[in-house]
């Protein structure tokens, strides 16, 4: 049984960090390609960052380039995603995702199959 478990979200003032990691079983991590998404309240969920089973390859959307990243330990089997200077555009439930093979397409969400139940980020101005 796959599971996908997100940790380390909150509330955080604008300017501020936060690292949220999942931590995924059930299938063998280290073959899979692993990525973050997120939905605003009223939005529908978009892509934030990917990175391939190896680590060799990442993609990042436009609005947290250089302000986020992505990381995995596979001995871990756990995904990472550090985001610093934060902003309340933000704020949204942040949500793992594993992909369904070892063949890597970035930000494409129908790549993914299996999901976790996601980890509140709340921006303060």
């Known amino acids: 049984q796959v599971q996908l478990v997100e940790s380390g979200g909150g509330l955080v003032q604008a300017g501020g960090s936060l690292r949220l990691s999942c931590a995924a079983s059930g299938r063998p991590f280290s073959i899979t390609n692993m990525g973050w998404f997120r939905q605003a309240p009223g939005k529908e969920r978009e892509f934030v960052a990917a990175i391939s089973w190896s680590g060799r390859n990442t993609d990042y959307a436009d609005s947290v380039k250089g302000r986020f990243t992505i990381s995995r330990d596979n001995a871990k089997n756990t995904v990472y995603l550090q985001m610093n200077t934060l902003k309340p555009e933000d704020t949204a439930v942040y949500y793992c995702?594993?992909?369904?093979?070892?063949?890597?397409?970035?930000?494409?969400?129908?790549?993914?199959?299996?999901w976790g139940q996601g980890t509140q980020v709340t921006v303060s101005s």
């Open positions: 995702a594993q992909s369904r093979t070892s063949s890597y397409y970035g930000g494409v969400e129908s790549a993914y199959a299996y």
